[in-house]
């Protein structure tokens, strides 16, 4: 029974380890999103109308563009929404935008924290059933050779 309780924790451990690589992959995630972010105020707070930038179109191509006008922003505001905004909106939208980001990593970063406590204590139990199997099969050795030791002297 306890080489099944072994195999059972061991299957909750490949779970509970497979969950915190797919939370970790998402908090990366968000923090790239949140690079991001932070690369877009620090562009709206150094251009200035007339600016030169360059404008990706796809595939890693970029066209050289000139800043018409930087005193209206348009900002995605999620759920394929979004706004045009005066600069100063657009980087308080955007600054918004980097706590939600931060909260969300916070979030993550919990959840990472309770499924690490509870691979823990699975690994404790594993540890436990182990040495209670081993102290099992030493008893049993030990109680053949007992067994055995009494045969001779008979």
């Known amino acids: 029974m306890s080489q099944q309780q072994l195999q059972q924790l061991s299957q909750e451990l490949q779970e509970i380890d497979q969950q915190i690589q797919a ?3 998402d908090v990366e995630n968000v923090q790239d999103e949140k690079s991001n972010v932070d690369e877009a105020i620090d562009a709206l707070d150094q251009l200035e109308t007339e600016s030169t ?3 990706p179109i796809g595939g890693g191509a970029y066209l050289r563009a000139t800043i018409q006008d ?3 922003v348009i900002v995605d505001l999620g759920a394929d929404y979004a706004a045009e905004l005066e600069e100063d909106d657009a980087v308080s939208a955007l600054e918004s935008k980097k706590e939600n980001l931060d909260e969300r990593v916070s979030e993550l970063n919990s959840e990472i924290a ?3 406590t509870e691979q823990e204590e699975l690994e404790q139990q594993a540890q436990q059933l182990q040495q209670q199997a081993m102290q099992q099969q030493l008893q049993g050795l030990g109680g053949q050779g007992e067994g055995q030791g009494q045969q001779d002297d008979e």
């Open 114 to 116: 309770e499924l690490q």
């Open 70 to 72: 930087i005193d209206e």
């Open 53 to 55: 930038v360059q404008v």
């Open 23 to 25: 939370l970790q992959t």
